[in-house]
């Protein structure tokens, strides 16, 4: 049994909410994860980007891809989950060429697909290697998925690792798989509202929970373990150091409860470079994960090195970059 | 038979438990009985789907979301419900 204080839904004593959990449990839909290799052409330096977006509706329904309801510059569905997927897509896609001159998840204008009103009461939200996929929540312990627009980034980004270093989805390459979602789902936001590194909330999914719920997010990348404390949901698990490294075989190796690791040494990072966290710590994780040099079976350990020499290659040796970058992985306890 | 399933990942990575012995439960019995955990295949590495560890006096398996169908599927609904 992992040291993970657990949740308690499924034995609570309300029978509504044992019901929409039960309905949520048991799902399929033919869903599977692969890698593609697709060659890039590097774009002109003045090409201007456009997203290819289609919302489909799978109806409450867990049969994938569902039905069309809104493409590219169609007109506003009047549904406001279909809608808000929408433009979540457009600004996570802006986001990526806006900071980092990327057209889409695989850097040659991949069309964006998501998938919304997945299931009944669904908890959830998943990349299946080809596509995004929302539920709409159970209404009582969590909103709709597509609430958050960091859950689009991370959905999102999980494709950009895919067609990137493609982190092997377990252990501690999954931790950081998970990582690099959290990362740029927060930037995504942080840019979308104009805020600097020092006025963020660096939290994941805030607008998930509900008001019943105990808690302002489900994870916190500043301050890991503190997201939500409640008697149904448990309290949050997740590590910000080392020392609090969960060894399990569960969730692929613990990927959605240490990921909290280099969420926190990305913050540390971040908040000690200031300004625009997508511009200085932000380039430095994106170019490690794009550039070619990361191993699919990098550990915290790798990461962190690799980290430490892209900031050198792109300020110098020397910089302060550097220093900054070593400084932050030592502060959750990872040499770099 | 005693039977345990745990759900994990998801976007949430909230876990979820459930118990069930199937001396006392014939809807249990039932549906252990049309279960092979042996041919269940692997759970593949789906960026935030939900995984089912299920448990069946200590005959163990790991489930993807994706391949939960059937009877295997009524059983982790049962279990955890």
Known sequence: ?336 | MRVRVVRTGGFAGVERHGESDSARDPVLARLVDRVDLDAVPPPGRIPDQYLYDIDIDGSTATVGEAQLNGPLRELVHHVLG
């Open chain 1, 1 to 336: 049994m992992p040291p993970h204080i657990l949740e308690r839904v499924a034995t609570a004593g309300d029978p509504a909410l044992r019901d929409i959990a039960r309905r949520t449990l048991a799902l399929s839909a033919g869903v599977r994860s692969e890698r593609r290799i697709a060659p890039v052409r590097p774009a002109a330096p003045t090409e201007d980007f456009v997203p290819d977006r289609t919302i489909k509706d799978a109806g409450y329904r867990t049969e994938l891809p569902g039905d069309t309801v809104r493409a590219e510059g169609g007109p506003a569905t009047g549904d406001p989950v279909a809608d808000q997927s929408y433009e979540w897509l457009g600004t996570t896609f802006d986001f990526f060429e806006a900071a980092y001159r990327r057209n889409s998840i695989d850097g040659a204008g991949l069309p964006l697909i998501s998938t919304v009103h997945y299931g009944r009461d669904y908890d959830n939200a998943f990349w299946n290697g080809e596509q995004m996929v929302y539920g709409d929540g159970d209404g009582v312990l969590f909103n709709a998925f597509t609430a958050s627009l960091d859950v689009t980034g991370h959905e999102l980004t999980h494709g950009v690792t895919q067609y990137a270093a493609n982190l092997e989805y377990y252990g501690q390459a999954g931790a950081l798989n998970e990582s690099m979602s959290d990362v740029f789902g927060v930037l995504v936001k942080q840019w979308h509202l104009g805020q600097q590194a020092a006025d963020a909330d660096w939290l994941v999914g805030a607008e998930l929970l509900t008001d019943e719920i105990a808690g302002v997010a489900l994870r916190s990348m500043k301050e890991p373990g503190t997201a939500y404390d409640d008697p149904r949901l448990g309290k949050d698990p997740q590590p910000g150091h080392m020392d609090g490294y969960v060894d399990t075989y569960r969730d692929n190796g613990g990927v959605h409860i240490n990921s909290g690791i280099p969420n926190r040494a990305f913050y540390l990072v971040a908040t000690a470079l200031g300004g625009n966290a997508w511009e200085k710590a932000g380039k430095i994780w994106y170019d490690t994960l794009t550039g070619g040099k990361l191993s699919a079976t990098a550990d915290f350990a790798t990461f962190a090195a690799t980290t430490v020499v892209t900031a050198a290659a792109l300020h110098g040796d020397d910089a302060p970059e550097v220093a900054a970058v070593r400084e932050g992985w030592a502060g959750v306890g990872v040499q770099a």
